[in-house]
């Protein structure tokens, strides 16, 4: 799902996919596993076989199939915000005003969300999905605006191009760059951070927490 990657056919998409599922549920049955994934087919395997939470870029557009599918599994989505396709999204980075035409996107697929019965939604802004690097920290540092929404706020930065591009370093060296604007992120209410570096993101966010048990402490 990531910026022009290659489309694959659905059976390719379980081919691949499969396998990993059935290792980790068998090495570590404790995971919480959850399947990306905009084809309602895959995601019908990936339950079947023990995931949780079902990870749909399109949030539910791409397959008509898919959000009745949640329902019917009672399974939490996370639904992300995109224009175009994996392959085109490059294209799409026009707005005439970014944030309000994302919380509209997300107010709608919420409301037609509940309308299938789903009660568990995640909301992910999608950084670096159809958004050029200005875009993607004007809606990070907006990020607070989300909580209108009352659904939980994913936020995936993990050594983006809007990280290493700005600070003029690979991607393999722009931890520094991730874990501050994790920070930032939490900051301005994000609830889940998806990673690649699990240590630093829970030091990141052991110290948020700490800070935030601090200010309250000196309120009071």
């Given at each position: 799902s990531r910026p022009n990657a290659d489309d694959i056919a659905t059976d390719e998409e379980i081919k691949r996919v499969l396998p990993v599922i059935k290792m980790v549920i068998?090495?570590?049955?404790?995971?919480?596993?959850?399947?990306?994934?905009?084809?309602s087919e895959v995601a019908q395997?990936?339950?079947?076989?023990?995931?949780?939470?079902?990870?749909d870029i399109s949030g539910g557009?791409?397959?008509?199939?898919?959000?009745?599918?949640?329902?019917?599994y009672q399974a939490p989505i996370i639904m992300m915000h995109m224009k175009g396709t994996p392959q085109t999204m490059?294209?799409?980075?026009?707005?005439?005003n970014l944030?309000?035409?994302?919380?509209?996107?997300?107010?709608?697929?919420l409301s037609i969300a509940r309308s299938h019965g789903i009660n568990d939604m995640v909301i992910d802004p999608g950084f670096g999905f159809a958004k050029t690097a200005e875009q993607n920290f004007e809606l990070l540092d907006k990020l607070g605006q989300f909580q209108t929404l009352?659904?939980?706020v994913l936020v995936g930065i993990s050594r983006k191009s809007m990280i290493y591009k700005t600070l003029g370093v690979t991607p393999e060296e722009a931890l520094n760059g991730t874990s501050?604007?994790?920070?930032?992120?939490?900051?301005?209410?994000?609830?889940?951070?998806?990673?690649?570096?699990?240590?630093?993101?829970?030091?990141?966010?052991?110290?948020?927490?700490?800070?935030?048990?601090?200010?309250?402490?000196?309120?009071?």
């Open positions: 068998t090495q570590i049955p404790e995971t919480l596993i959850s399947i990306d994934t905009f084809r395997v990936a339950l079947d076989h023990g995931v949780a939470i079902v990870n557009l791409a397959d008509p199939k898919m959000l009745p599918l949640i329902a019917a490059t294209t799409h980075t026009s707005y005439e944030l309000e035409e994302i919380l509209f996107y997300f107010s709608e697929r009352k659904a939980p501050a604007l994790h920070m930032s992120a939490l900051e301005r209410g994000a609830n889940i951070l998806r990673v690649h570096d699990i240590k630093e993101a829970m030091e990141c966010i052991s110290l948020y927490e700490k800070l935030k048990k601090s200010a309250l402490h000196n309120l009071a």
